[in-house]
């Protein structure tokens, strides 16, 4: 184990301590005030406030320590100030465990026409009603913390794609002003953090830039957005080959919206140390599985009478106690049962993927893991 094992308290006081390293891939636990997170850690995605499709105890027992909400989808409903009289998000929700959420950037810049960026921050109109909304850096801020989330993250604009290298320069610049804005408006609290956002689009020395900036101001942890946009996967590792030497090694490194389990791979590989992602829960519900030799879609006829579970190798409820022939009838048939199921499946696929991981850089094999794994995908589906 590395020696380096004290616990790192950032500036607003969320730990975390490195365990053990594997070349540029970590093994590190952040501590939070509703609990710890195993890092490399994967995220469940529950926008609304709903993993969907599951009961939190079911997220807890696929082995999730961590699940994300949205400003965006949660500031329109129910609202945050009323999710605060509630309680905040971990009791209106019933999850004690740690909460991060996402400061609706991403969600706004994608409304295109019903959008309008200015120096000040952006200005909506609703997807649900065309009530306008003016969501600034401190807007973000106060609306995180209404919802008492650990892990809150600044509003950035995520750079679209493609973009010249001046758009790229010109968005990134703008989201590490609204940076300092939103770490000038955050509460500090012991177990809760603030997260900056690496932008810069493919461009490696915008990239350095956006983390440099990001450093000089100081957070508790290091996000890289600005991908899963479309860039495709070498464009990613590329961006991550640029950046992540420019990161702290004493904080975390979230990637956001990644993604397949061999982006996952190989992020970890590179040193990032969170992910989420909506591809188990969403392709759950439209028949995709991820197994230990790939994913496979329930929907094909070949299923119709297998008897086999979906994977052998898998010890969730959703394979011990039905078939492949089950599965997809409920498809088929287009019965709710059949997207819980499999978003159950897929949830703890990723959580056991993750468990490989950590346990693989604990014990000093990650490359043996990584071969073991590619070797699994490319055999296919038997
Ligand atoms: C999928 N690719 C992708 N996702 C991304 C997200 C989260 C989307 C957010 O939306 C919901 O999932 C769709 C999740 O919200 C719970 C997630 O946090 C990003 N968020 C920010 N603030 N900045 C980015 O540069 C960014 C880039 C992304 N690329
Ligand atoms: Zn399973």
């Not at 190989?266 to 909506?278: K, S, T």
């Not at 703890?348 to 850089?361: D, N, T």
Request: include cysteine; charged fraction near 25%.
């Amino acid at each position: 184990m590395n020696d380096s094992a004290a616990p790192v308290a950032g500036k607003t006081g969320l730990e975390f301590a490195l365990l053990a390293e594997d070349g540029p891939a970590r093994r590190g636990l952040i501590t939070t005030a509703h609990g710890p997170v195993k890092t490399p850690a994967f995220m469940t995605v529950g926008t609304a406030g709903t993993v969907k499709g599951m009961t939190t105890e079911q997220v807890q027992a696929s082995g999730a320590e961590i699940i994300l909400g949205n400003t965006y989808h949660l500031m329109l409903r129910p609202g945050a100030e009323r999710v605060a009289r509630l309680g905040g998000l971990h009791r209106f929700m019933n999850w004690p465990g740690p909460i991060l959420t996402d400061s609706g950037g991403y969600q706004v810049m994608s409304l295109q026409e019903l959008r309008k960026i200015t120096e000040e921050g952006v200005t909506f109109r609703s997807h649900l009603d065309g009530e306008r909304h003016n969501l600034t850096p401190e807007r973000a801020m106060e609306i995180q913390a209404l919802l008492d989330s650990n892990i809150t993250m600044v509003l950035d604009e995520c750079t679209p794609f493609p973009a010249t290298e001046t758009e790229a320069r010109e968005s990134m610049e703008r989201s590490m002003r609204w940076a300092a804005r939103c770490r000038a408006a955050f509460t500090q609290r012991p177990g809760y953090g603030l997260f900056g956002i690496v932008q810069g689009g493919v461009y490696p020395a915008l990239r350095r830039t956006s983390a440099e900036a990001l450093i000089e101001i100081g957070f508790d942890g290091y996000a890289v957005g600005g991908l899963a946009v479309g860039e495709g996967q070498e464009a990613m590792f590329d961006v991550l080959d640029a950046t992540i030497p420019h990161l702290p090694r004493a904080q975390p490194r979230y990637l956001m919206g990644i993604g397949k389990p061999a982006d996952i791979v190989g992020a970890v590989q590179r040193g990032i140390d969170m992910f989420d992602c909506v591809l188990p829960t969403r392709s759950g519900r439209t028949g995709q599985a991820f197994t230990r030799r790939g994913s496979i879609n329930l929907r094909n006829a070949r299923h119709q009478e297998d008897q086999r579970p979906l994977d052998p190798d898998c010890p969730c409820p959703s394979c011990s106690d039905y078939s492949r022939a089950y599965l997809h009838h409920l498809f088929k048939a287009k019965e709710m049962l059949g997207p819980i199921l499999l978003t159950r499946h897929n949830l703890h696929y990723y959580q056991e993927l993750m468990a490989g991981l950590r346990q693989a850089i604990e014990d000093q094999r990650l490359d043996d893991f990584v071969a073991g794994f590619a070797r699994q995908e490319a055999e296919g589906d038997i």
